[in-house]
């Protein structure tokens, strides 16, 4: 092949396009054309060239998802599944423990092209060209190593902030374009513009090489008089167009699989609400358009500076009014901001992954320093403890915690603290959607009452009411349920025998893959992005077991769902009922002691604290004492009563006695 020649992959993409818009131009008949100057604009043309302005962008639409759905299946099929069947085929078998299994599949080498590479390697060059649509699915994955291969997992996550860099004489025009009409005449500001072309210099002049690249955007370390190190972030050139691109292709596929019917034995004559209309049930066009929507969100970097002050107001160490959450978030200036620029405060900090390996056992395998390990471990749990805080509490949310965006960060007096970074989403969770998570929680993990978590959903109106008013769902939604806690909530018998409860183990990556799909198929009203809300938990906890294997999410999730039931901050009445239930039993709803036992003991072990440490936690609350006290005077009520009975219980065995000594 000589040097000039186009690879096999790029001529086919370009022979494929060339046939695609023959056929969508041999489809629009010839009387289908926007009308020209010389047409009268009478209401018939007015119509006609409205409908034909319509027909025309529907097919460029469609050609648009034509030519993407080429471009993908050509990248995909090229770069990744060529040379991986290539291998599966050399080596006439599937991974298995014998051979290595996934493990060493993934690390293997093949040349390709001109270049040796691992699978893993390849598979995250072709999401990386893709790009972001594709590279958010591969950084979900890279944040996991707890499930997916550790070398899979270590090629994914260059996708977080080591991408392949665009020029920085690239990077520098867009700077200039979108900062130079803001620069002020001379000393002042007569124009209303915000900046200085002094700063402005300053700024360019440092903008030479990337200190991080990620798919949407690039990183550059820079200087601003009177303000100190910046970093600046230029939004890649023709991102959003692919984005659109995506959309288009992935929207479509979504409304194709919408439309197909349900087989002729799957139907139902008796409702045609019900499931067995469609073959596919799940809202697939609402799912996508949600994730879609979350990769436009993170596109503006006018809407990350408004993220970034309200994220501050709330937890910054420096002016955050929250109690529970103190984090470094970065300083941003507003008048450097733009669509595609974004200038804030320079942060110096490690990622939380980021641990040496300088010690070797006698094989010759590297070891992770044992304290770096905890430090870093340490850190990991108060973003989780800072992530639960957000999504519980306050209800505003940094729903992207990677790897890449949370840094271990010293302080002056050689201290550490948690640093975020990467503001696109922000999210807002409601109130009734802050119940439902806690109620769900303690039900199931307290109780392990599926049909009560059902009603909850109900309850709440977090479920349309002709779900639940339809037997046939109600009951499938019950199923589905606990099937998704049976998988997500793992209950190991307790050494001890008897009925001690041992630790469940959350499985956060199957409560999720479980969610995803129930939150579609029984049309749960949740708000944006909740799902991918509940993936920053999910990466949090990933990022934590790869540094430390038997770490338990629950642990640090019990004293929020407690003081959260305790508190009960919405005053609702579905949280007071559910607080209610864990206390008491029967049909005249006293007071179970056996019940208490049991959930302070449950509580003590999810924490790993004493039991007297659980209930002085549970009395420090004004909710507590008062709930303290109302058993305390049942149980006093109780004992009284009961007494009073056995007294008149005696009594009357006195007089029966003397009757009888009398005859």
């Known amino acids: 092949m000589s040097a000039n020649a186009k690879p096999e992959s790029e001529v086919l993409l370009e022979l494929v396009e060339s046939i695609l818009v023959d056929e969508v131009n041999n489809s629009v008949e010839s009387d289908v054309k926007i009308p020209t100057a010389n047409v009268r604009a009478n209401d018939n043309t007015s119509s006609s060239t409205i409908n034909t302005s319509s027909n025309t962008t529907s097919n460029n639409q469609a050609l648009s998802a034509l030519q993407r759905a080429v471009e993908i299946g050509t990248i995909l099929g090229g770069q990744v599944m060529t040379p991986i069947l290539s291998t599966l085929i050399n080596q006439r078998n599937w991974p298995t423990a014998d051979n290595g299994g996934w493990e060493s599949f993934w690390s293997t080498t093949t040349s390709f092209n001109g270049s040796t590479t691992s699978h893993a390697e390849r598979l995250a060059m072709a999401l990386e060209e893709l790009g972001p649509t594709y590279v958010k699915f591969g950084q979900a994955l890279g944040s996991r190593p707890d499930v997916v291969p550790p070398s899979l997992a270590t090629a994914l996550s260059a996708l977080q902030d080591d991408m392949t860099p665009f020029d920085g004489s690239l990077a520098r025009d867009v700077v200039w374009n979108e900062l130079s009409g803001r620069v002020a005449d001379g000393d002042g500001d007569e124009r209303g513009t915000t900046i200085q072309k002094k700063d402005l210099e300053a700024l360019l002049a440092k903008i030479t090489q990337p200190v991080a690249a990620a798919s949407v955007g690039q990183v550059y370390k820079a200087y601003l008089p009177g303000k100190g190190d910046v970093a600046v972030k230029v939004q890649r050139p023709g991102v959003r167009l692919i984005v659109e691109r995506d959309a288009e292709l992935l929207l479509t596929v979504a409304k194709f699989l919408e439309s197909l019917p349900a087989l002729p034995s799957e139907k139902s004559s008796s409702n045609a609400n019900t499931k067995q209309n469609r073959l596919i049930n799940t809202q697939l066009v609402s799912a996508t358009s949600e994730f879609m929507s979350r990769i436009f969100e993170e596109l503006s970097y006018k809407n990350e500076v408004n993220n970034i002050m309200t994220f501050a107001e709330l937890y910054s160490r420096n002016e955050g009014s929250s109690k529970d959450v103190s984090v470094i978030v970065p300083r941003v200036y507003p008048e450097f901001c733009t669509e595609n620029v974004l200038v804030m405060e320079w942060i110096d900090g490690t990622k939380l992954t980021d641990v040496e390996t300088t010690r070797t056992n006698k094989e010759g395998d590297y070891t992770m320093n044992e304290d770096a390990v905890k430090e870093n471990l340490a850190l990991v749990k108060v973003a989780i403890d800072s992530t639960l805080s957000q999504l519980l509490v306050t209800g505003v949310l940094h729903a992207d915690p990677h790897a890449g965006n949370l840094l271990k960060v010293s302080l002056e007096d050689g201290s550490i603290t948690l640093g975020y970074l990467d503001f696109g989403i922000l999210s807002t969770i409601p109130i009734q959607v802050r119940d439902a998570l806690i109620c769900s929680v303690a039900l199931q993990v307290f109780s392990r009452d599926v049909d009560a978590v059902s009603s ?24 589905a349920l606990e099937y998704t806690f049976e998988n997500s909530l793992i209950y190991v018998d307790s050494p001890g025998g008897g009925d001690e409860t041992a630790i469940p183990d959350l499985k956060f990556d199957k409560l ?69 239930s864990l206390i008491r039993s029967g049909e005249d709803e006293r007071i179970d002691r056996q019940k208490i036992r049991r959930l302070l003991r449950d509580s003590a072990l999810i924490s790993g604290v004493p039991k007297r440490r659980v209930i002085w936690d549970v009395v420090k609350t004004k909710v507590g004492r008062r709930l303290a006290m109302s058993i305390v005077g049942e149980e006093l009520k109780h004992s009284v009563n009961r007494q009073f009975k056995e007294g008149r219980s005696e009594k009357t065995k006195m007089k029966k006695k003397w009757y009888y000594l009398e005859l």
């Open 456 to 479: 909850l959903f109900g309850e709440l109106q977090l479920i349309p009411q002709h779900i639940l008013d339809d037997p046939e769902e109600k009951a499938a939604l019950a199923d």
């Open 512 to 580: 999720l893959d479980s969610l995803s799909r129930l939150v579609p198929r029984f049309q749960f009203d949740l708000p944006p992005y909740f799902i991918n809300n509940a993936r920053a938990l999910s990466t949090l906890e990933g990022i934590a077991k790869s540094l430390d294997p038997s770490f338990n999410v629950l642990t640090i999730m019990y004293p929020y769902a407690l003081n959260r039931l305790l508190l009960n901050p919405s005053q609702s009445a579905v949280v007071e009922r559910t607080l209610q």
